[in-house]
């Protein structure tokens, strides 16, 4: 259709003017998203993978799930791909297939996410109540119903906020040493930076509590901070890529020092990598297990001060609880583990909305 | 300054004598190296150096004389002793086909060259008798007192339009006085400043590009330079936002010295007093400046025949 048929069609006979003279407004067309047809092509070939499964379920008796439902997948798309090759070109065949792939694969990978929070929510909700967040496990024993995790959430504030303190200034630091003053040792900081990377976090808590024998939770921290700060540096010197060099010239042009520039104009055009990439931290420090096991011990009992003593956490509660014999205590556990979903979750929706917030402010996207 | 007439001085700057410009002329004027290049068409401009600091603004332009310019890329050499004096209150252009280092020869002029890895100089740049190179002036002193205008429009993207005019004295560390105030005359100098003065709360890239370009412009003037170097400032810009920058840049003129990069004929001859040819004669040899001189004659009787196949766009 050449554009002159295209504006000829868009004057409906709709588009008549009111009785003020003014011209109604128009129809729009409708751009994008699927056609009857299309649907139609989604729909048999669902249906043919569908069927596939249910006739080799009964027919073979073949009841494995997650096998019937790759070859239900695989069935799906090839049938699509020839009830597409049938009526178009092999390179809209082809577009057509390509797309619905991604967007199984992308519908599966949600799929698999909302599936694991919701089992979490199903087995941790019932027994979450507003005891379960204020109480510890002092008194206790073993069969009883109540009790809490209070103890641990406090161990887990504790330790991840004091690792979050250190490694945000740390990892940053070394994140502009690397890619904004470029110095001599850049080379030498990135390898062992990688190096770090890819220590088990269970050597980390080996190596402090070997170090500094005996039991706190700083002691955690520490361990953390080693697991988090060549992730926090290595993801702030990626989103320190993406800042423009005319930004830096720019600030240079105007008389800047560098360390101004770093400070006024990359950070803060950094900022919404910078967030993402501390929160990723944070969830990664509050999921770890070994490295507290080792380093804090694990408690029962409150103890709100992480310099001395046993502590606990969320991920080492859940881990303590969840291998013991009783029923009321795997509940507790998963209602553990649904609060630190909770929690990760809270940190990671609150801190959007606030970049958000700020974007919009200055009416960037 | 906000309402003059750029047409009533533009142009025809005061004669006066300087015995400082006078001393340096001789060595300004003669390119030594392009032997063939006749200097005799800027002749006219050792006589027309600046009145006394009568700028309303504070900041007083200066005129900037470059000698015996050279650079290196590593160990390419983009340019051979080139040598020129740009006059205060006067729009200087730098024309030439592409990749003759004209934008390495501005760069050099605030120090911007040094910041791209591997880059060397050669030669001295005066700025009211001062080297920039040497160490009585710092280099962020001499950027803030000789401002950049890039090529593509860059103003802060984490600012708003008010923040992006504050930002250079921010940067710089400098005293900041009645933020208000700078505000407006910068962004009211720059011509943006009824555009943008009820939203300058906006994020500076919400403007459009040549709306942003000036935004560029207004935030160089706040930290009161001396000149103004502009690389190519129009060659992102549709016409339209090409003669508001145009005529921005020659409204400027009457208090601070500009030297403007760009590969529009038209724009040379509608914006600058002085021109300066550049030219690489060989793919093996380094730019040099072929000829300089006021911008009427380079234009319509230029003394070098190279300088008159670019102008009349036989080659480049």
Redesign the interface.
């Known amino acids: 259709m050449t554009l002159l048929e295209l504006d000829r069609e868009v004057v409906d006979p709709v588009d008549q003017p009111d009785d003020d003279g003014r011209p109604a407004p128009q129809r729009q067309r409708k751009v994008g998203g699927l056609t009857m047809e299309e649907k139609a092509e989604y729909a048999i070939a669902f249906a043919a993978g569908i069927h596939l499964v249910v006739l080799l379920r009964l027919l073979l008796d073949w009841d494995d799930l997650l096998g019937s439902s790759v070859l239900g997948l695989i069935v799906f798309v090839l049938t699509h791909f020839l009830i597409v090759r049938e009526r178009s070109s092999a390179e809209v065949a082809v577009d057509k297939s390509v797309t619905a792939v991604m967007w199984t694969v992308g519908l599966i990978v949600v799929a698999v996410l909302a599936w694991m929070v919701v089992f979490v929510a199903i087995k941790g909700f019932p027994r979450l109540r507003w005891s379960f967040i204020v109480e510890d496990l002092s008194t206790v024993g073993p069969l009883d119903p109540g009790g809490g995790a209070f103890h641990a959430i406090i161990g887990t504030a504790q330790q991840v906020g004091i690792s979050t303190v250190c490694v945000i200034p740390i990892a940053i630091m070394t994140a502009v040493y690397l890619h904004e003053v470029r110095g001599r040792m850049a080379t030498v900081v990135r390898f062992v930076v990688d190096a770090l990377a890819g220590l088990p976090s269970i050597v980390a808590g080996l190596v402090v509590i070997t170090i500094f024998p005996g039991f706190a939770g700083y002691k955690a921290s520490m361990a953390l901070i080693v697991l988090a700060i060549p992730i926090v540096t290595r993801g702030a010197e990626e989103v320190l890529r993406t800042v423009?060099d005319?930004?830096r010239?720019?600030?240079?042009?105007?008389?800047?020092?560098q360390w101004?520039?770093v400070l006024?104009?990359v950070l803060?055009?950094a900022?919404a990598g910078l967030v993402t990439v501390g929160l990723l931290a944070v969830a990664r420090m509050v999921g770890e297990t070994a490295p507290v096991l080792l380093t804090a011990g694990g408690t029962n009992i409150t103890n709100k001060n992480p310099l001395d003593g046993q502590q606990s956490s969320l991920s080492l509660y859940i881990y303590e609880l969840i291998r013991q014999p009783n029923e009321a205590t795997v509940e507790r556990a998963w209602s553990g583990a649904f609060l630190l979903l909770l929690i990760v979750l809270v940190i990671f929706v609150a801190a959007r909305v606030a970049l958000a917030r700020s974007e919009r402010?200055?009416?960037?996207r | 300054m906000l309402g003059t007439d750029p047409e009533s001085t533009w142009g025809q700057p005061t004669p006066a004598v300087d015995a400082l410009w006078a001393d340096t002329a001789s060595v300004a004027t003669i390119a030594p190296t392009v032997a063939t290049a006749p200097t005799v068409a800027t002749a006219p401009t050792v006589a027309t150096a600046v009145t006394g600091a009568t700028a309303v603004t504070g900041a007083v332009p200066s005129s900037l004389i470059a000698t015996d310019i050279s650079a290196w890329f590593g160990q390419r050499q983009v340019l051979e002793r080139c040598s020129l004096r740009m006059e205060a209150r006067q729009v200087t252009a730098l024309i030439g086909p592409s990749g003759c280092g004209k934008s390495t020869f501005l760069r050099i002029l605030n120090r911007m060259h040094e910041t791209i890895r591997g880059a060397k100089v050669a030669g001295q740049v005066d700025l009211d008798g001062t080297d920039i190179y040497s160490d009585d002036l710092g280099v962020t002193e001499v950027r803030s007192r000789i401002g950049m205008v890039f090529q593509k429009p860059n103003p802060f993207p984490s600012m708003s339009i008010r923040d992006n005019v504050l930002s250079g004295l921010k940067l710089s560390g400098k005293t900041i006085g009645n933020r208000d105030e700078i505000v407006e005359e910068c962004l009211t100098r720059a011509g943006l400043w009824n555009e943008v003065k009820d939203r300058l709360r906006d994020g500076g890239m919400s403007l459009s590009g040549g709306q942003q370009q000036r935004l560029c412009i207004a935030r160089s003037l706040a930290v009161k330079p001396r000149v103004l170097l502009m690389d190519e400032p129009c060659s992102a810009l549709d016409p339209i936002s090409t003669r508001v920058v145009e005529e921005t840049v020659i409204a400027l003129a009457h208090d601070v010295t500009i030297v403007i990069v760009t590969h529009n004929m038209q724009q040379a001859q509608r914006v600058s007093d002085e021109c300066a040819f550049f030219l690489v004669e060989d793919q093996a040899m380094a730019g040099r400046i072929v000829e300089h001189g006021p911008t009427a004659t380079m234009f319509s009787n230029p003394s070098d025949q190279r300088t008159l196949d670019y102008v009349s766009g036989r080659f480049g």
Do not use: I
């Not at chain 1, 010239?249 to 020092?257: K, N, R, V």
């Not at chain 1, 402010?361 to 960037?364: A, M, S, T």
């Open positions: 423009p005319s930004l010239e720019a600030s240079l042009a105007l008389g800047a020092p101004r520039v006024r104009v803060p055009t900022q402010r200055l009416g960037r």
